[in-house]
């Protein structure tokens, strides 16, 4: 209850739509480098349109959809490559930027300048690396495990998931608090992400099978729009727990606030997020 009532003084709500936006305007120079990545496959694929489609359970005008974009990818991979994989980058340096702001605004400090988008650098190639050391072990263990202990596999997912949040917290957070207080927070958002990563196939396409076919290409928008969106208040309430239990053990100080002269009336008390929250005539 402390951490959903600090996410409201903090407007959490707006720092996780911060998240959320980012994320998906990501998605335009990420589709563009899909595009070329469709593009070179499809060229050795016999029906790369149809296995997608038979994979996602798609019908209707969305079926349609994929095979003509299939097909313009085979034909635009490679302005799509040069365009997509720039943009990517870039918006890959916004959208962990967003992430810092929310780590920081659960923290109650505030940073920015060249430094910020060095270390956002840095945290791409760590990640990347942490992940690509990841899949292959996941893989591995998935290939020596006996069919009936398959499900088992979860198990170093989660780690990954956890271990991930965990050194997010650290590079990207300005406060320096030391590992162990970031761990709380790194296993709810672990556990978290590893919940919306195993729904996500499922209900999201289905969602946007059922979507597309009342909305048509702006149900995708919903579907998808709605994975962000939980994954962004996710990471907030995860950055804010471990605040909350940081404060705990650590305590808190008082600073004073300037607020705006209002005739009749002296504020005596604000919120965390410096709203005037009592006053008295």
Known sequence: ???????????????????????????????????????????????????????????????????????????????????????????????????????DKAWQVKAGGLRRRGIAALWLLAIGALLTAAIATTTLVVGVLPPWAAPLAIVPTVAVNIAVVWVTFAMLGTRKVGWRALLPGAVVAGVGLQVLTTAGPYVLARTVANSSALYGSLGTVFAVLAWLFLFGRLLVYASILNVVLYEHDRGTVTVEIEAPRMPGEVPVAANRGGVVSHAVP
């Open 1 to 103: 209850m402390a951490t959903h009532e600090r996410f409201g003084e903090l407007e959490g709500g707006m720092v996780a739509a911060g998240v959320t936006l980012n994320l998906f305007v990501s998605l335009f120079p990420a589709l563009l480098a899909g595009t070329a990545v469709i593009g070179y496959v499809a060229v050795g694929h016999v029906d790369l349109a149809g296995s997608i489609i038979d994979r996602l359970g798609l019908t209707g005008s969305t079926a349609d959809m994929v095979r003509d974009a299939v097909t313009a990818a085979r034909h635009s991979r490679q302005a799509a490559s040069i365009v997509g994989f720039a943009g990517l980058a870039w918006s890959a340096i916004g959208i962990v930027v967003a992430i810092q702001r929310a780590i």
